[in-house]
């Protein structure tokens, strides 16, 4: 099972990335790269399954279709990977992004929501005699023009951390890494 704390993974981890003196240090150069392929093979598998090329949304227990412009860093599209140190092992997941909601004393981010799916509350804004709804932009202040509202949407589940990671343990490239120990 995945912990849906360590699913994503926020910029300010680069700190623990691989390539650090102080992470090398830490847990030895044999284990530190052990862990920084095992990382990179899930991370692989991951970006496949979300780069295939789909159009329209996917179906619920499939992985996200990313729709997102290329080189655009803020997207499902970067997914890093880090050590964590207490327990000597790698995280790996899509970055933090921006858009998140705080529901029932936790904070809930898009990918998480894409993983583990429930439910999510959409702001929205319009013109007043206008039809047409639009997502809230929550950098700009309350327009006295504009009538707001709150509406639930329910999101199925899409994973592609967690499969990513069976698909790797199935193809025994992840035991395959540890296997020498000794």
């Known amino acids: 099972m995945i912990d849906p704390k360590l699913s994503i993974v ?42 295939q090329r789909r159009k329209g949304t996917s179906q619920p227990g499939r992985p996200p279709n990313v729709h997102a412009k290329s080189g655009s860093f803020a997207s499902l599209k970067t997914i890093l990977f880090h050590l ?12 933090k992004l921006n858009q998140r909601e705080h529901q029932s004393g936790s904070f809930t981010t898009v990918p998480q929501r894409l993983e583990f799916g429930g439910i ?52 025994g490239t992840i035991i395959g890494l540890f296997a020498s120990v000794g």
């Open 120 to 171: 999510g509350l959409i702001h929205e804004e319009r013109f007043y005699g206008s039809g047409r709804w639009r997502r809230r932009d929550w950098r700009r202040r309350v327009n006295p023009n504009k009538e707001y509202r709150v509406r639930r949407a329910r999101y199925a589940k899409r994973p592609f951390m967690g499969p990513a990671l069976q698909a790797e343990v199935n193809a």
């Open 84 to 95: 964590d140190a207490t327990d000597e092992s790698v995280v790996i997941g899509p970055v």
């Open 10 to 51: 926020d910029i300010s981890m680069k700190e623990f990335f691989f390539d650090r003196s102080k992470v090398l240090a830490h847990t030895g150069k044999v284990n530190a790269r052990r862990l920084s392929r095992a990382g990179a093979f899930i991370r692989r598998r991951a970006m496949t399954k979300i780069l």
